[in-house]
């Protein structure tokens, strides 16, 4: 308490001016007859009432809070939204629900309304040293959107803020996320519900077609959850089929949709060489125009020959609608509107010492969408 107090009055007098560093633990024990371990702990109190940051999370040395040392005035009530994507590329375009993007704008919509500063950054944007730099100031909280939870450099913040103990919500429930408060949308539900559907209208022959491998954990909960629904109907599940498409953003133009849609002609082909199907699960709505633009010139009719499903309720798409009108006859909606409310809530319960130690998980309801 004596080495707590004499930096206290320290900072107070102007003794230590903002900016400053604090003498090292070795100094202060040194300078006050006490164990090293005890000016440790003084410097970690102190630490804990804002009395000092560090510069970056890594970093040992402490300084008075000012020029060069970070705004920890703002930062108390300032939360970080991680994303995927830039929420404010689009201009004025409102964002599609079934977005990264629309998750992001109504965090920013909802935490703003509860008195919250927020802080929207893509990792795309960011490289280590900003990772590491982010949370000098030690801000109220951090919500990771979407699927960055598998991006290096979201893990990396996650690792950081495991350490320091701050609040953080993330999307998703993969094993590596469950030490953090989480929002979770049950993909192998949606798609075991998808294959369901498509198995009582007669379609035994279904085969899932991803545009890129399926990778990712909420992909392969996507496939899991229709090879169990394939196994429930004493069928085997067929092998994914997937290709290496091309990035198609919202500047792409005919020729990179008709890459694209030449890139799934060749794989149809050799899968209608290879055996028998009447059904497509795809990885999304937005590719399951491809599939269906696809279809159409190997001489397959979508909605008789061959039934295309779709996931994210991805209508209207402004990408691939003026290239291929049609659209997947049935999908799944994620209602991307409750995952932004509920990580909202849930962090700030955090923040406010509502919820007990132990992380919590909430599953929102996704829906299915049937478009015939």
């Known amino acids: 308490m004596r080495v707590l107090r004499w930096i206290e009055r320290s900072i107070e007098s102007g003794a230590l001016a903002p900016g400053e560093a604090i003498p090292s633990e070795r100094a202060l024990a040194e300078k006050f007859g006490v164990a090293r371990n005890t000016a440790a702990a003084a410097m970690d109190e102190a630490e804990r009432r804002r009395l000092v940051v ?41 964002a599609p629900h079934w977005s990264d993007r629309f998750i992001s704008m109504s965090l920013l919509s909802r935490l703003t309304h509860a008195g919250k500063h927020v802080m929207i950054l893509s990792h795309d944007a960011l490289t280590g040293r900003d990772v590491e730099e982010l949370f000098v100031s030690r801000p109220a909280g951090l919500i990771v959107t979407s699927t960055i939870g598998e991006h290096i450099l979201a893990r990396r913040a996650l690792e950081i803020c495991r350490r320091i103990g701050m609040p953080v919500v993330v999307y998703g429930d993969a094993p590596e996320l469950r030490a953090f408060d989480r929002v979770h949308v049950d993909h192998r539900a949606g798609s075991r519900q998808i294959t369901e559907w498509l198995l009582a209208r007669g379609r035994r022959a279904i085969v899932p077609f991803f545009p890129r491998r399926a990778l990712t954990g909420w992909a392969q909960d ?29 500047s792409g133009t005919e020729e990179q ?43 397959l009719a979508p909605g008789r020959d061959v039934l295309v499903a779709g996931y994210d309720n991805g209508d209207p798409d402004p990408e691939f609608d003026p290239f291929e009108p049609d659209r997947a006859v049935v999908t799944i909606d994620k209602h991307n509107e409750r995952t932004a409310d509920e990580m909202a809530e849930l962090l700030i319960a955090r923040m406010e010492g509502r919820l007990p130690p132990r992380p919590q998980c909430r599953t929102h309801a996704h829906e299915l969408v049937v478009r015939e």
Do not use: Q
Not at 62 to 79: H, L
Not at 225 to 249: H, I, Q, T, W
């Open 257 to 299: 949709f008709r890459m694209c849609r030449a890139l799934a002609i060749a794989k149809l082909l050799d899968l209608r060489r290879a055996t028998k199907f009447d059904a497509l699960l795809c990885i999304s709505d937005h590719w399951a125009k491809v599939a269906i633009s696809a279809l159409k010139c190997i001489g």
């Open 54 to 94: 560090r510069r970056s999370p890594a970093a040992r040395k402490r300084y008075v809070p000012g020029v060069g040392a970070g705004f920890p005035g703002i930062a108390e009530s300032t939360v970080v939204v991680m994303g995927e994507a830039n929420p404010f590329a689009g201009g004025s375009a409102e």
């Open 222 to 250: 996507r496939l899991l959850g229709y090879a169990n629904a394939m196994r429930a109907a004493k069928l085997s599940p067929r092998p994914c089929v997937s290709f290496d498409a091309p990035e198609f953003g919202s």
